[in-house]
């Protein structure tokens, strides 16, 4: 694809530099199976491992009963948002890999499937060459993802014995645990303290975090690319203003409902039809570039993942916005009241 791919997070994701040994939790889906006497289990990968899932299916298969059929689902996956409900209404356990929940289900086993990468030798070159010493601001955030949690508390602790002050809080309902992020939700990170450490691959949640929380400075510990970085959004910034600059003119909207089982705003995007004569509610699954090409609309909304607009929004023929940035394209608020859009409540 030609043209300019600047502020594009699509180009900023994690490329392996190590193996890893995830832990598929093996035992703990065959004691579901047992004890509901399943004999149809889905398995659900996101993106980055659905070419690990029939080795996962086979190794299931010599551990679990002979009359169980393993079915692994097709459908696109990013996050615990994007379950594949209709394998998992036709199979008696249902396996999300890779995420942990964001509303507990005694239908769904959730396996994380946690990094064996050790984060803190990069911790250390975060502290040598980005992070301010503790005697000159002992405040400090901490943030991971899921596949990180299990050594959250160590690494909390790690950064204690180096005389930091260490910040971090759950978030609200959309997070699991203690300081957790996700690509749709930071509020892990609202705390005092001005700069936040970031301990994750690749720098599609930092980037996030600096656009949703501008007054704080985020120090990015790669432990899997071995990188110590700072999250830069100003490009990202005037991407997002060119795609409202963009849509100024706009006539006819587009008002996309993502029937997802977690992305959904139905609300918000019944609040903008309403409010527009010129703009027609849409509703899809998947939002992709060609889905949207034969809609002959001037512009759209998106109150889906707000990542389909941040991420994939160069990739669309016609500008999309977040419900804000609309709000801004319209007139109704100055293009400087931009924010960062994210989810803050569970389905």
């Known amino acids: 694809m030609s043209g300019s791919t600047e502020g594009d997070l699509t180009k900023t994701g994690m490329a392996l530099k190590h193996d890893r040994e995830w ?62 409900t209709y394998l998992m209404r036709r199979t008696d356990v249902f396996v999300h890999f890779g995420h942990t929940p964001m509303k507990e289900s005694d239908s769904i ?37 899921a596949q990180h949690m299990n050594r959250f508390e160590e690494m909390t602790d790690w950064l204690e014995e180096r005389g930091y002050e260490v910040h971090t809080r759950r978030g609200d309902d959309r997070l699991t645990k203690e300081g957790q992020v996700l690509g749709c939700n930071y509020a892990s990170a609202d705390i005092d303290a001005e700069q936040v450490l970031y301990v994750g691959g690749g720098k599609f949640h930092p980037v996030g975090l600096a656009m949703e929380h501008p007054d704080k400075r985020v120090v990015i510990a790669d432990p899997v690319n071995n990188a110590v970085s700072v999250a830069e959004h100003d490009q990202f910034l005037k991407q997002r203003y060119a795609s409202v600059h963009k849509a100024m003119g706009a006539e006819k909207w587009g008002v996309i409902f993502c029937t997802k089982i977690g992305q ?33 609309m001037d512009a759209f909304v998106n109150t889906g993942c707000p990542r389909i607009t941040t991420d994939d929004g160069p990739r669309f023929h016609k500008p999309m916005l977040t419900p804000g940035e609309y709000e801004a394209a319209i007139g109704e608020k100055p293009l400087d009241s931009i924010e960062f859009d994210t989810f803050h409540d569970t389905w």
Do not use: H
């Open 109 to 145: 086993v959730y396996v994380p499937l946690f990094s064996n990468v050790d984060p803190f030798s990069i911790m250390e070159d975060a502290l040598e060459e980005e992070l301010a010493p503790p005697e000159e601001d002992a405040d400090v955030g901490l943030v991971t993802t």
């Open 23 to 84: 832990d598929y939790e093996l035992d703990r889906i065959v004691e579901a199976i047992e004890e509901r006497d399943a004999s149809k289990v889905g398995l659900q990968f996101p993106e980055g491992l659905k070419r690990r899932g029939p080795k996962v299916a086979d190794d299931l298969r010599e551990v679990a009963p002979d009359d169980v059929t393993f079915m692994l689902s097709g459908q696109p996956c990013y996050g615990a948002c994007d379950l594949d």
């Open 264 to 296: 959904g705003r139905w609300e918000k995007a019944q609040e903008i039809v309403e409010n527009n004569e010129n703009a027609y509610l849409i509703t899809m699954d998947e939002v992709t570039p060609d889905r949207l090409r034969n809609f002959d």
